[in-house]
């Protein structure tokens, strides 16, 4: 699973791009505010929907121009083609998928799985559990078909009970149908969720041994509520309170990753550095579980690999990247502190990307 052509038009402060990148390694360097992570945003937008800089895609398209679009070719037999459009007046995305113009956007997430490291995905460990619910259901969409129709359910459920929860007055039989519905769905959800973690755990302490071996260091998933009872007679006997708070309280939408080392908050015990590589291993696990189970490739997208590790440590990561023979997409302001990272016989492609006028940026591969 590699990308083999790029073609931006209206992202950010880029000029129109048009990219033929290695199947391997794509280092794009360049100086602060040239461009280099909205290459990255771009090829996010593409293959997810949505960016990882904001939350309104408007704010993507270029200053004076009337839209964004954003087209890829994945390499396989035949090659797929995906593509992205957003109107600066218009809300909603246009996608396309083989040339569909009704491709749905699970099926453009499917299609070309990625995995983003930046500084947001810290989030993993200090972030909230909603960051670390979305890094699970990722990994279980990818490898279960049926989580998606089961995880569409459940929110429905969630949502009409809610708002049974916020009239004021409550219906029993009505309540009664929507907590059914939830219960049936969330925990046949938490069942899918168990058991990818189950199969997942053992290729996370793999990976982690081999960047950063950490003695203590434990993840634990946690359903969401009790343990020792059903959904349905968590939700039956919490409706009073639950009302009182206007929302439910427990159910497979409180789902976590706990991330601790010797019972503590990883967060609070490691190091900026330590932290990066835990997250890291996370991430990557990701795309090696997926490459054991599915057969399939993530493409990597990793702003400032350099950042906040030393040498051997950058050495390790990018010779574990290498290992999983997967496409990846790295930035970084000099260069050359990923020279002597790869392989001699590791397609490295290198691109540049600089200002030319007025705010503008224009990529460039580089010799």
């Not at 083609?81 to 396309?96: I, M, N, W």
């Not at 007055?169 to 907590?179: C, D, F, L, S, T």
């Not at 439910?248 to 991330?259: E, K, M, N, S, V």
């Not at 190091?271 to 932290?275: I, L, P, W, Y």
């Given at each position: 699973m590699s990308l083999t052509l790029l073609n931006f038009q209206g992202l950010r402060n880029l000029l129109s791009v048009e990219m033929t990148p290695s199947s391997?390694?794509?280092?794009?360097?360049?100086?602060?505010?040239?461009?280099?992570?909205?290459?990255?945003?771009?090829?996010?937008?593409?293959?997810m929907g949505r960016s990882f800089r904001t939350r309104q895609l408007k704010h993507a398209i270029q200053a004076d121009e009337p839209q964004m679009t954003l087209y890829g070719r994945?390499?396989?037999?035949?090659?797929?083609?995906?593509?992205?459009?957003?109107?600066?007046?218009?809300?909603?995305?246009?996608?396309?998928l083989r040339g569909d113009k009704n491709a749905r956007l699970a099926e453009l997430v499917e299609a070309m799985p990625l995995q983003l490291i930046n500084p947001d995905a810290f989030r993993l460990l200090e972030g909230s559990p909603a960051g670390r619910r979305e890094f699970l259901d990722w990994g279980v969409f990818h490898v279960k078909h049926d989580f998606l129709g089961m995880w569409k359910r459940t929110r429905r459920a969630l949502k009409h009970r809610n708002a049974l929860l916020r009239r004021g007055?409550?219906?029993?039989?009505?309540?009664?149908?929507?907590?059914h519905e939830l219960a049936m769905w969330g925990e046949q959800m938490d069942v899918l969720r168990s058991a990818w973690f189950s199969d997942f755990l053992p290729v996370f302490e793999e990976t982690l041994k081999v960047l950063l071996p950490l003695s203590g260091l434990s993840l634990h998933y946690a359903r969401g509520w009790d343990k020792e009872r059903s959904l349905a007679a968590v939700l039956h006997d919490s409706r009073a309170t639950d009302q009182q708070m206007g929302f439910?309280?427990?159910?497979?939408?409180?789902?976590?990753?706990?991330?601790r080392i010797n019972k503590q908050p990883a967060v609070e015990v490691l190091?900026?550095?330590?932290?990066k590589l835990v997250v890291s291993a996370l991430k990557l696990a990701q795309g090696r579980f997926l490459e054991r189970t599915a057969q399939r490739h993530c493409i990597y997208l990793i702003d400032d690999l350099p950042a906040e590790l030393d040498a051997q440590n950058r050495h390790q990561f990018c010779q574990l990247l290498e290992d999983m023979q997967c496409q990846a997409f790295i930035t970084s302001v000099e260069p050359s502190a990923l020279k002597n990272a790869w392989h001699t016989d590791t397609p490295v492609n290198m691109f540049h990307v600089k200002h030319i006028k007025e705010g503008l940026s224009n990529l460039e591969r580089a010799s």
């Open positions: 391997r390694i794509n280092v794009i360097s360049g100086a602060n505010g040239s461009g280099k992570t909205s290459l990255l945003e771009g090829i996010h937008i593409l293959g994945l390499a396989g037999e035949p090659e797929v083609t995906l593509g992205v459009r957003r109107l600066r007046a218009q809300r909603e995305l246009e996608l396309r007055r409550i219906q029993p039989q009505e309540m009664a149908v929507w907590e439910t309280q427990q159910g497979p939408q409180r789902a976590d990753l706990r991330i190091s900026r550095g330590q932290q």
